[in-house]
């Protein structure tokens, strides 16, 4: 089944739940020193159309934890490109994960 995109635009934000190839609820990879070891989905990509600022929502924590927090695209990676503990690949906001037709 295929799933839309859904904008929501609140004053100057513009929410996406689909962005790269990402949709709601699905998990990410958050490339920061404590966020790598905690698990995390996707919410939103937000733009301000006004500054030009991008962000992307993410919630998830520690094991147990539904925290919601907002980090820069560049710092976002799809579920494989986890090995271990290490990153390999590139973020999603430079190699998005669309699907081929």
Known sequence: MKKYAIEIRQGNLLRDEQWAGVSLGDAVIVDGVK??????????????????????????????????RSFRPELIYPMTAKKGSKLIGLPLSLAPQLPIY
């Open 35 to 68: 966020e790598r070891r905690q698990s995390w989905v996707f919410i939103a990509h937000v733009l301000n159309s006004v500054t030009n600022e991008e962000w992307v929502e993410v919630r998830g924590g520690k094991a147990g934890e539904s925290k919601t």
